[in-house]
């Protein structure tokens, strides 16, 4: 424990930051995603069957790198578990206070032939900001920007 302690605190102050604020409205996004219906949150995806468009440079691209590498350690590292949309929805909503579009992607797949599972994963530019490990196995269903 002391080890993982150690670690934190020897990142960088910014990248500390993100990966909190990261990490606290990735669990806020898992509270409303798991006690209402998608309707009632599905207006934070953005709109339906759009593909973010955006000239890159090299500022923007360390931007989307910084929340990724952010995104990750939330996953490997928060206390508790955040699932792939929440995640998808933290790291859209921090693109968009920087002024970033981006896509969600859901997908599904058949894990047998009785059950179907689902993924959601964060495009941006060609950086996959979210969900890049399993994106492969899913195939796209719909996409919001």
């Not at 995104?71 to 578990?81: D, S």
């Not at 970033?100 to 993924?119: C, F, M, Q, R």
């Amino acid at each position: 424990m002391s080890a993982k302690l150690n670690r934190f605190f020897q990142i960088y102050h910014s990248e500390r930051s993100l990966f909190l604020k990261a990490g606290f409205i990735g669990t806020y996004f898992s509270v409303i995603i798991s006690l209402l219906p998608f309707k009632w949150y599905s207006r934070w995806l953005g709109v339906k069957g759009a593909v973010a468009t955006t000239k890159t440079n090299t500022e923007l691209i360390l931007m989307v790198k910084k929340i990724e590498k952010a995104m990750l350690r939330v996953k490997r590292y928060f206390p508790w578990r955040i699932k792939c949309l929440a995640r998808a929805l933290t790291a859209k909503y921090l693109l968009k206070k920087r002024n970033i579009p981006s896509t969600i992607y859901l997908g599904v797949a058949k894990e047998n032939p009785d059950k179907i599972i689902a993924h959601a994963w964060l495009q941006c530019m060609d950086i996959t900001v979210t969900g890049k490990e399993e994106k492969s196995k899913f195939a796209p269903l719909v996409f919001f920007t």
